[in-house]
């Protein structure tokens, strides 16, 4: 089996799952119990929190954890659009995020609030002027991302939070969930308010995130009750998840150095080989993220080649896993420019440092035998 869908989910890491089945066994108190288990299980909350804060550069007191990416970032982008209403109700986006942020902003949209989409260029990156033009004296939120899940287009955070910085009464929203482990997320150097993250992009559980969320940020609580997270997100921890996502932020920071050189060849690789191949389109930016390569073959959907290629047990996607049983071209191909066709008959391998160059060569066999077999039987010229 080669699996290169990892841009949808990671496998969880075995020292992950291990810390998991520790906790759930030895931990299992609710935290906000006042008894000895109780106790004992808000420590191992507490340091989690600390760990947490250590691996983004920030203070524990600015993690709330989550159930994932798609609570994050609605914690973050309504969190904010219906505290601050007084000041504005204006939100700048770009064309290409992910549903959890693209799909969150059009439903304010239903709240009274005006919406601005930010186009993106060929190789999928906003152009700083087109942000800097699109900011009003009612502007809220900005929320770009920093890796697009389909592409690997990396945004220039760092300069989009220089220009941020001119505009105090507005906040900065970053989905970070596809750049954890593989390119340096840093909240406090990008000038973020806010950053989302979700564990299972990194080979820890589903079901487990956290929003970074600066200190002085006042956030409108979208879940009410026993007010945990700092009243932010209320409901009992779960423990067992926010420890193993924090492992698994560990192992990914110890070794982030040599796995993106690692991913890094293997996407070169990828890219310089399918590159190669007539009537094979690169959707991805020759100089991206280092573990994604999306393509189009024309004329052939991409249904069709996933599922000839999973026949051949090689697991790929065609696009986000959360649109990929949506009938319709990548949103994010059109939003790029690229066109129909492509965007009607893209792949996405995505890579992860469980993955290896073995792997890819055999990959690049699999699909040199199965792509001419699908041209010759559907008659693909």
Known sequence: MIYFDNGATTAPHPEVVETMRSVLQNYYGNPSSLHHLGVESEKILNQSRQLAAKFLGVQPGEVVFTSGATESNNMAIKGIAFRYQNRGKHIVTTAIEHP?????????????????????????????????????????????????????SVQPLAEIGRILK?????????????????????????????????????HGPKGTGLLYVRKGVDLYPLMVGGGQEGGLRSGTENLAGIVGMVKAMRLAKESMESNSQALLAMR?????????????????????????????????????????????????????????????????????????????????????????????EKFLMIFHDVVPRLKKMLKVT
């Open 268 to 360: 070169d690789r990828l890219w310089e080989s399918l590159n190669e191949w007539e009537g094979c389109f690169m959707n991805t930016p020759r100089i991206g993220a280092p573990h994604i390569v999306n393509i189009s073959l024309p004329g052939l959907k991409s249904e069709v080649i996933l599922h000839a290629l999973e026949d051949q047990f090689v697991y790929v996607s065609t696009k986000s896993a959360c649109s990929s049983k949506i009938d319709r071209p990548s949103r994010v191909l059109m939003a790029m420019n690229l066109g129909e066709a492509r965007a009607s008959s893209s792949l996405r391998l995505s890579l992860s440092y469980m993955n290896t160059m073995s792997e890819v």
């Open 166 to 202: 001119k505009y105090p009464k507005l906040f900065f929203h970053v989905d970070a969930v596809q750049g954890f482990g593989k390119l340096p997320v840093d909240p406090r150097g990008w000038g973020a308010d806010l950053v989302s993250l979700s564990a299972h992009k990194f």
């Open 100 to 152: 959890a942020v693209y799909d969150v902003c059009k439903q304010l949209e239903e709240f009274g609030f005006e919406l601005t989409v930010l186009p993106v260029n060929q190789e999928g990156v906003v152009n700083l002027e087109d942000l800097e033009s699109a900011i009003r004296s009612d502007t809220v939120l900005v929320s770009v991302m920093h890796v697009n899940n389909e592409v690997g």
